[in-house]
T-cell receptor
Framework: DIQMTQSPSSLSASVGDRVTITCQAS??????LNWYQQKPGKAPKLLIY???NLETGVPSRFSGSGSGTDFTFTISSLQPEDIATYYC??????FGQGTRLEIK | QLQLQESGPGLVKPSETLSLSCTVS??????????WAWIRQPPGKGLEWIGS?????????NPSRKSRVTISVDTSKNQFSLKLSSVTAADTAMYYC?????FGGGAFDIWGQGTMVIVSS
């Protein structure tokens, strides 16, 4: 089975900061990696699909990169409304453990 | 605009069967490019995929839950359903239905709002 390791588990940053979250797969998954945002009390929302493609309507400050086993999710300039938990998910339906993002 | 809506009992007794339905509106559940999935989230914890079904009948289950899970589809009602047998308190969670793209990374691109299920006597 493919294992996913997402880090960090929590992160505190200031408005305007560049924020990076990583997800590592235990074996090559090509670009089959997606990223979600979940705000408290809400369903997850797809932000990035196939490692680097921005879902329609998602602000351009969100981006994703990587292939193979190592993937990165970036918020270029953190906004207050970005406070949420972020999850990666690989094509075999397995989710990462989540990263809770807070404002410093 | 596609919408998914979960429905079912919010309280289930231990050892009984949890039954939920997801109604798809705004598009046909028979679209060949999508699977339809159940995902759950215990309070304060992460996301766990339960299983996915295609309207053709192709089904994939999380191996760790497979023995207790049944997912089915009713194209005439544009619905798909989840049954989880022999529930325990560990099955208490928010249950989401979602649409899964069948190609590429298999992203879950549309989600229902979720329904909370508590297992308690």
């Amino acid at each position: 089975d493919i294992q996913m390791t997402q880090s960090p588990s929590s992160l505190s940053a200031s408005v305007g900061d560049r924020v990076t979250i990583t997800c590592q797969a235990s074996q090559d998954i090509s670009n089959y990696l997606n990223w979600y945002q979940q705000k408290p009390g809400k369903a997850p929302k797809l932000l990035i699909y196939d490692a680097s493609n921005l879902e329609t309507g998602v602000p351009s400050r969100f981006s994703g990169s990587g292939s193979g086993t190592d993937f990165t999710f970036t918020i270029s300039s953190l906004q207050p409304e970005d406070i949420a938990t972020y999850y990666c998910q690989q094509y075999d339906n397995l989710f990462g453990q989540g990263t809770r993002l807070e404002i410093k | 605009q596609l919408q998914l809506q979960e429905s079912g009992p919010g309280l289930v007794k231990p050892s009984e069967t949890l039954s939920l339905s997801c109604t798809v509106s705004g598009d046909s559940i028979s679209s060949r490019n999508y699977y339809w999935a159940w995902i759950r989230q215990p309070p304060g914890k992460g996301l766990e995929w339960i299983g996915s079904i295609h309207h053709s009948g192709s089904i994939y289950y999380n191996p760790s839950r497979k023995s207790r899970v049944t997912i089915s589809v009713d194209t005439s009602k544009n619905q798909f359903s989840l049954k989880l047998s022999s529930v325990t308190a560990a099955d208490t969670a928010m249950y989401y239905c979602a649409r899964r793209v069948w190609f590429g990374g298999g992203a879950f691109d549309i989600w229902g709002q979720g329904t909370m299920v508590i297992v308690s006597s």
